[in-house]
């Protein structure tokens, strides 16, 4: 998998929160519901994990990003709609995250144009089927 930015210069930038080799796992159930997380794997590994320091605790939280719930596909729309219920963010819950899909080769592609950081144009995730 891999997420990555194109800024509004045309250059492009992996996710600054989960490096260049960002892993992650997005499934998607028969009854409706689905799961997706992505991680950081070279965010750094705790010394102690039964008393992690505070350094380590905020290099996971912004090293990692899950959420959990139901979703609907619009074929139509080329969407597929995320309905958080659980997430690492809790502005996440109770939302509807639409995203933009197609198909290449293979992968699951979602992308869609970046509504929250003014120097980032576009953004985009690309799905591996597992094997």
Known sequence: MSAEETMKD????????????A???L?????????????????PK?????HRTLEEKAATAEGTFAYCGRYTI???????VHLPEVATDPGYV????IRPYRFEGGRMILSDIEKNDPSVARW???????R
Request: charged share 25%.
């Open 10 to 21: 045309g250059t492009t930038r992996p996710f600054p929160s989960f490096g260049p080799h």
């Open 23 to 25: 892993k992650g796992f």
């Open 27 to 43: 499934i998607y159930q028969r009854d409706g519901y689905m799961c997706g997380e992505l991680v950081n794997p070279d965010r």
């Open 46 to 50: 705790w010394a102690d994990p039964a």
């Open 74 to 80: 619009d074929v139509r729309q080329k969407w597929i």
């Open 94 to 97: 109770g939302s509807r995250q």
């Open 124 to 130: 985009e995730i690309v799905w591996e089927k597992a």
